[in-house]
Nanobody, 113 residues
Framework: QVQLVESGGGLVQAGGSLRLSCTASRSAWVNDAMAWYRQAPGNQRELVAAIYPNGRREYGDSVKGRFTISRDNRKNEVNLQMSGMKPEDTAAYYC???????WGQGTQVTVSS
């Protein structure tokens, strides 16, 4: 069974940067779309970014121009580079494979003002 493990969360000041990584336990997902979602307390889970097998990328409106999603199939890894961070980016961030409905356990990101 494929498992997703996120890492890289933490505390950062507004305007700072963080890099999240998601590693799959095996390579079965290399032909799948991968995505990052986030959920803040009291809010619905929302799409942050997605990357498709053909390389196309999709971003939520609130992170366009600040976040970049990438993947490294050799490492079974998808990454989220976050820059120009804002307090409203504070949330738990989750890695997701939509085709099989698989979610990681989440990693907390907190942005202080």
């Amino acid at each position: 069974q494929v498992q997703l493990v996120e890492s890289g969360g933490g505390l950062v000041q507004a305007g700072g940067s963080l890099r999240l990584s998601c590693t799959a336990s095996r390579s079965a997902w290399v032909n799948d779309a991968m995505a990052w979602y986030r959920q803040a307390p009291g809010n619905q889970r929302e799409l942050v970014a997605a990357i498709y097998p053909n390389g196309r990328r999709e971003y939520g409106d609130s992170v366009k121009g600040r976040f970049t999603i990438s993947r490294d199939n050799r490492k079974n890894e998808v990454n989220l580079q976050m820059s120009g961070m804002k307090p409203e980016d504070t949330a738990a961030y989750y890695c997701h494979i939509p085709r099989i409905g698989l979610w990681g356990q989440g990693t907390q990101v907190t942005v202080s003002s």
